[in-house]
């Protein structure tokens, strides 16, 4: 995979587990009968009505929607792995950016939880980016996934049954 494919779904399940991100990558995939997956899509199909969604770019990133003033927004169901959501919005800004769209900021809801976070781009978070992205690449290119990792939220995780059982 090259760098120019990597979608926003790579960078936010680098972050969640790189057992999940070497599944999804190789298209080993089980969100469509997951429980917490379905929940997410009832809540994207709820929520935020009045707002042109989904808003794909280059067939690589998918932008929840994008408001007035330039915030691309990103809508979760809740905080649990809120440092994944954060640097998978950080990466649309990046990936605008290097395509020369500038001046955006980023923002993700929780309208459940009635709260928003305020996400920016620095120019350490973008040397970060491209650190994360060879990262990504080198473990989807692996011929195995990585070795299983227990987390707190693996149990709750689309892969669970396959990975850790």
Not at 23 to 32: G, R
Not at 63 to 80: F, G, P
Not at 89 to 117: A, F, T, W
Not at 125 to 145: A, G, T
Request: proline share 2%; with cysteine.
């Amino acid at each position: 995979m090259a760098a120019n494919n990597i979608s926003g779904m790579h960078i936010y399940y680098y972050f969640v587990c790189h057992r999940k991100l070497w599944y999804y990558s190789n298209e080993i995939q089980f969100e469509s009968e997951n429980e917490n997956v379905q929940l997410g899509k009832i809540l994207d199909e709820t929520s935020y009505k009045r707002k042109s969604k989904h808003i794909m770019i280059d067939n690589v990133i998918n932008i929840d929607y994008i408001s007035e003033h330039h915030i691309l927004h990103e809508v979760k169901k809740s905080r649990k792995i809120e440092d994944a959501g954060i640097w998978q919005l950080k990466y649309y800004l990046y990936y605008l950016k290097q395509r020369g769209v500038e001046e955006l900021s980023g923002r993700i809801d929780y309208p459940l939880l009635k709260q928003s976070v305020d996400v920016y781009l620095s120019a350490e978070d973008e040397e970060l980016l491209e650190k994360y992205i060879d990262e990504i690449i080198r473990i989807i290119n692996q011929p195995l996934p990585p070795k299983c990792d227990l987390k707190n939220i693996c149990k709750s995780c689309a892969y669970y049954d396959f990975c850790c059982i």
